[in-house]
């Protein structure tokens, strides 16, 4: 094969066939997912009732990002405070039901929801007015409320009723009743929206309904009177805090047993997850503190001490800080995650017990997603606005970018540069260089995990991965891994990271926590791109030479299916709910579409010249690919699986890794996908699904005898 470009380091030649794409083309945008959980407070009674919430996976913020409310339900008060988060003061202040506990946000922050537990009802609040547009009348009691993520459903358990309500949100109706064991509590909604998890505190159970068909599916003895409960971003774990035997029980969500157990503090009550799994945040009510558990080794590794009678817990939208409800102070305790201590004190109303998914985003914001595409050519970086498909910049950054990495309302762009042995770090507030880090001989690959505190990057002239350390710019760890290491990807929670080895074919498995290989995959003939299913049970991995993708099972790291797909695959990607897999087949000019679900290719894109990067969109409603080649951007909709537009940027795009992150838009209204540019093609672009509404995918044709390669 021939390659595209050489250079000598140490006395010996690497060739480069191609730019790493693969694990870190994944595309983020559009304003920042609220929490999907649920918590809830009950008196300090005979009863032992306890607040409960529940934070599913939602995506760190970090600045700038939209602006986010918590709402904070005062059960003496039968008022909710408002707090503006980024100022940490309150803003509003609404009347709701007689003794709120429970509440929940919509993620797309248009609705609030806060149980009555003396009204028998649940409030709904309208974001945009903060009043209290609605009531919905349930059992006897309600606590604990969660939404699930598409944000069709509420639920809402029944304290004394002994079963959860099923809210339709779209009329707030109640449309199913499914009973539970005694003295149901808190609830919390698997990320996948398939579960839901009831702490029924007189039984010392945990009840999990599938919320498919508002079933029972079994019932789990934790320890005794659980209260809070709270599901971990990537769906694995469930936290369950038991009040009266001072522990959190640790639940496997593949099987729902309880796998450990962990002391914390005196009646712990609320439980929730931070934003990058590592930790756990329980509120222990009569010990007045806060216990951290470390989720990798189930260890309590910090206690901070906070206000009076800690309740309710959650992790604010940047990860950065938890928010922690001060029943008998009457005020929030706000910690910083990194620290560990309390940086500031919120005074709200009477008695605030229940957060629940408490934080959400400011209704009627818009965020518009920005692409940053490596020129290798040109050394620099485009920078697009996906709203109207322009180039509104480019920066200058290192000899030959190979790789770029962001994230969700990313600060930072991480940018990979191939012959300059560096990293260059992007500020996207002024689009400008801000800092530079030395890293391994040819860095090809990169991928930032999902709390934005490191970032991995691949060098293939090494053979080992660099972690940076993103709060000060330093190399903190170096992995050795296999021959030329090109791409690398990290599973939802951050605690694994997947890369794909070109010369020695396979993939190398790296624990996080530890910054060591675990294990390593053999795989097709030089393996270059890779990335993880959202659910983080599959990874794919790209082989360029044996024209085909590797499906790894993440849970024992074998390999369980292989699809033949174009020539010489490079860069690929999975859609946001896991639909769908997208590889870009760089000989023969083409991206093929695999079904998940069966393994299959049901489609194959015409693309342009030799594509390299390809990534999604939030929703799903768009692929991106760079066309190294051609020098442009084919935009793919995923509901026709047709090129409805080309965006023409620098010479030589080749990797773009996690490209995307978001920007204020110019107007108050949210920005509509991309309409086609000048060079789009001529079909028109389909109305993108809501990401709510399940996907409808059209048949299409398997994909034909693979084109044959350029010759050598």
Do not use: W
């Amino acid at each position: 094969m021939r390659p595209i470009f050489s250079f000598v380091r140490a006395g010996f030649v690497i060739s480069v066939l191609l730019c790493s794409a693969g694990a870190s083309l994944a595309v983020f945008g559009t304003s920042g997912q609220v929490k999907h959980g649920l918590p809830l407070s009950k008196e300090a009674s005979d009863r032992h009732n306890a607040d409960c919430i529940n934070v599913p996976p939602a995506p760190a913020a970090a600045t700038p990002s939209p602006r986010t409310l918590a709402y904070i339900a005062n059960k003496a008060d039968n008022s909710v405070s408002v707090v503006d988060t980024s100022t940490n003061t309150i803003v509003s202040t609404i009347a709701v039901g007689r003794g709120p506990l429970g509440v929940a946000v919509r993620p797309d922050g248009t609705r609030i929801y806060v149980t009555s537990e003396d009204d028998n009802n649940v409030s709904i609040i309208d974001t945009s007015t903060n009043t209290m547009v609605a009531t919905v009348p349930l059992g006897s009691e309600p606590a604990g409320v969660a939404v699930r993520p598409d944000g069709a459903r509420a639920y809402v358990a029944n304290f004394f009723s002994d079963d959860v309500s099923v809210i339709d949100t779209s009329n707030n109706t109640v449309v199913a009743t499914v009973a539970v064991a005694h003295g149901p509590n808190g609830v919390a909604v698997k990320p996948d929206g398939t579960r839901a998890y009831v702490a029924d505190s007189f039984d010392n159970v945990v009840s999990v309904i599938d919320t498919l068909n508002n079933t029972l599916v079994t019932a789990r003895r934790v320890g005794d009177s659980p209260k809070g409960v709270a599901v971990r971003p990537d769906g694995a774990r469930v936290y369950v805090a038991n009040e009266h035997s001072g522990n959190v029980s640790v639940i496997d969500t593949s099987n729902n047993n309880v796998i450990a157990t962990v002391p914390v503090g005196q009646s712990p009550s609320g439980v929730a997850v931070g934003q990058d799994s590592a930790r756990v945040y329980v509120t222990n009510r009569d010990s007045d503190n806060v216990s951290v558990i470390d989720s990798s080794n189930n260890n309590v590794v910090a206690t901070v001490p906070v206000g009076h009678g800690p309740y309710g817990v959650s992790v604010g939208p940047d990860g950065a800080h938890v928010y922690v409800t001060n029943s008998g102070s009457n005020n929030v305790s706000v910690i910083d995650t990194s620290s560990n201590t309390v940086v500031d004190t919120i005074i709200v109303g009477a008695s605030p017990f229940s957060l629940g998914n408490f934080i959400g985003p400011v209704p009627g914001q818009c965020r518009t997603a920005v692409a940053y595409i490596a020129n290798e050519t040109d050394n620099s970086v485009s920078v697009i606005d996906t709203s109207n498909n322009t180039v509104v910049t480019t920066v200058a950054v290192g000899s030959e970018p190979a790789a770029v990495a962001t994230r969700l309302d990313a600060a930072r762009v991480y940018v990979a540069n191939l012959m300059g042995n560096t990293v260059s770090v992007i500020d996207t507030t002024t689009n400008t260089v801000v800092a530079t880090v030395p890293v391994g001989r040819g860095p090809l690959g990169m991928a930032l995990r999902s709390d934005r505190t490191r970032a991995y990057v691949t060098s293939l002239g090494d053979n080992n991965v660099s972690v940076i350390d993103t709060s000060n710019n330093t190399v903190v760890a170096t992995v050795p891994v296999g021959a030329q290491p090109r791409g690398v990807a990290l599973n939802p929670a951050g605690s694994r990271a997947y890369v794909s080895n070109f010369g020695s074919s396979n993939v190398s498995v790296i624990d996080t926590f530890a910054n060591a290989v675990v294990a390593t995959v053999a795989v097709g003939t030089a393996p270059y791109g890779v990335a993880v299913k959202p659910d983080g049970e599959r990874a794919y991995v790209t082989n360029y030479s044996s024209s085909d993708v590797s499906i790894i099972d993440t849970s024992n790291n074998q390999v369980v299916d292989t699809v033949q797909v174009g020539s010489a695959p490079v860069g690929v990607v999975v859609t946001p709910d896991g639909a769908r897999a997208y590889v870009a087949d760089n000989s023969s000019n083409d991206v093929s579409v695999i079904d998940t679900s069966n393994d299959i290719v049901v489609a194959v894109v015409p693309v342009g010249t030799q594509p390299f990067g390809v990534a999604v969109n939030p929703d799903g409603s768009r692929v991106y690919v760079t066309n190294s080649l051609s020098n442009t951007i084919a935009m793919i909709d995923t509901i026709s699986n047709q090129v409805i537009a080309t965006v023409p940027v620098g010479n030589t795009p080749r990797s773009l890794g996690d490209f995307v992150g978001t920007m204020a838009c110019s107007s108050g209204t949210p920005t509509p996908s991309p309409t086609p540019t000048a060079s789009a093609t001529a079909t028109p672009t389909p109305t993108p699904f809501p990401s709510a509404t399940p996907r409808s995918y059209p048949t299409h044709r398997i994909r034909p005898t693979p084109h044959p390669r350029p010759t050598p």
